[in-house]
């Protein structure tokens, strides 16, 4: 473990201009390029790793900060190492004039499980891959018990996403580790057909079935899964959709308005519960997933993470 974390090329301070406002200091080698990485302080004893996801501001160091006051809240930090991977694209890479190396997507691409740009092609979503191998192999980290991917905002739709279309990790049962996917306040959700909880018109929205509404034209990395296969493995995912009770503006400008979210709800709260709505409709034999509300919070990650609810999502 520890060769592992020493690993993390440290860089100089950040910088801030347009765009994102930081580069995370530390780096993850992986086969196709270094992904730019924010860590917590490694304590001695790993037993539980918290995976943050940032949303669309790819603003990963705030995210970190923010679980490691939740870990500080909890009481967890003796236990609990933080990973903040950090999605960069290009034009980070040309603000900061960031070298070749590191890994970068098109726009937000990589919120979709897309391919990266360079240095070579490998999908966001196998980026997260490699971070749950690294962190479920007994050699590097013998102790941990648990593995916690959580996100907000966009980071809560890569999260949904991510836990419908990852690959079964053969080291998670084997070691014992647990695998929980924490999906708080995402603007819309992949649904498995085409049932939509609000009517709509189809000749105006042609793409409300389209990756990441729906499961028509799936990403590469899906690897040809059927719609079917996918749902049947995904309601067995212990997977908890956080929801903040005040996240009900319908003209939040981060909001996603587009047709194929529309169909979805009018806002976030009320898209998590009909989304959840339509998993339980489909699985009345029940689902290994459960939806909580947290109340007097709106769109906020820090209020998400910090809450009383937030915490019991993150750490029981």
């Given at each position: 473990?520890?060769?592992?974390?020493?690993?993390?090329?440290?860089?100089?301070?950040?910088?801030?201009?347009?765009?994102?406002?930081?580069?995370?200091?530390?780096?993850?080698?992986?086969?196709?390029?270094?992904?730019?990485?924010?860590?917590?302080?490694?304590?001695?004893?790993?037993?539980?790793?918290?995976?943050?996801?940032?949303?669309?501001?790819?603003?990963?160091?705030?995210?970190?900060?923010?679980?490691?006051?939740?870990?500080?809240?909890?009481?967890?930090?003796?236990?609990?190492?933080?990973?903040?991977?950090?999605?960069?694209?290009?034009?980070?890479?040309?603000?900061?004039?960031?070298?070749?190396?590191?890994?970068?997507?098109?726009?937000?691409?990589?919120?979709?499980?897309?391919?990266?740009?360079?240095?070579?092609?490998?999908?966001?979503?196998?980026?997260?891959?490699?971070?749950?191998?690294?962190?479920?192999?007994?050699?590097?980290?013998?102790?941990?018990?648990?593995?916690?991917?959580?996100?907000?905002?966009?980071?809560?739709?890569?999260?949904?996403?991510?836990?419908?279309?990852?690959?079964?990790?053969?080291?998670?049962?084997?070691?014992?580790?647990?695998?929980?996917?924490?999906?708080?306040?995402?603007?819309?959700?992949?649904?498995?057909?085409?049932?939509?909880?609000?009517?709509?018109?189809?000749?105006?929205?042609?793409?409300?079935?389209?990756?990441?509404?729906?499961?028509?034209?799936?990403?590469?990395?899906?690897?040809?899964?059927?719609?079917?296969?996918?749902?049947?493995?995904?309601?067995?995912?212990?997977?908890?959709?956080?929801?903040?009770?005040?996240?009900?503006?319908?003209?939040?400008?981060?909001?996603?308005?587009?047709?194929?979210?529309?169909?979805?709800?009018a806002y976030r709260l009320e898209r998590g519960k009909l989304f959840f709505g339509y998993l339980l409709r489909r699985h009345p034999e029940g689902v290994n997933q459960r939806l909580v509300e947290v109340p007097g919070v709106g769109h906020n990650g820090?209020?998400?993470?910090?809450?009383?609810?937030?915490?019991?999502?993150?750490?029981?």
């Open positions: 473990m520890r060769k592992w974390l020493l690993a993390l090329l440290i860089i100089g301070g950040n910088a801030h201009a347009a765009g994102v406002d930081a580069i995370s200091p530390g780096r993850l080698q992986f086969e196709a390029g270094e992904m730019a990485v924010g860590i917590s302080p490694a304590p001695e004893k790993i037993e539980r790793v918290l995976i943050v996801i940032h949303g669309r501001l790819r603003n990963a160091e705030t995210y970190r900060k923010s679980a490691e006051r939740a870990t500080e809240l909890a009481g967890k930090t003796a236990h609990t190492l933080v990973i903040a991977p950090q999605f960069l694209n290009e034009s980070d890479v040309a603000l900061y004039s960031l070298p070749n190396t590191l890994l970068r997507w098109k726009g937000n691409e990589w919120m979709g499980g897309g391919l990266s740009t360079g240095p070579k092609p490998l999908s966001s979503y196998a980026a997260l891959d490699a971070i749950v191998a690294r962190v479920s192999d007994r050699k590097q980290f013998p102790d941990v018990k648990q593995i916690v991917i959580f996100g907000h905002s966009g980071g809560g739709q890569v999260v949904q996403r991510y836990a419908l279309l990852a690959k079964d990790q053969p080291a998670l049962k084997a070691n014992g580790i647990r695998l929980r996917y924490v999906v708080a306040n995402p603007s819309s959700y992949a649904y498995f057909n085409e049932q939509r909880p609000m009517a709509f018109d189809h000749a105006q929205c042609p793409g409300f079935n389209r990756w990441k509404y729906g499961l028509t034209d799936m990403p590469v990395y899906a690897g040809g899964q059927t719609p079917m296969q996918l749902e049947s493995s995904y309601i067995k995912r212990e997977v908890i959709y956080l929801l903040g009770q005040q996240d009900i503006d319908p003209q939040h400008p981060a909001l996603d308005k587009s047709c194929a979210a529309e169909a979805q709800g820090d209020g998400m993470l910090t809450s009383p609810e937030g915490l019991k999502a993150l750490f029981d």
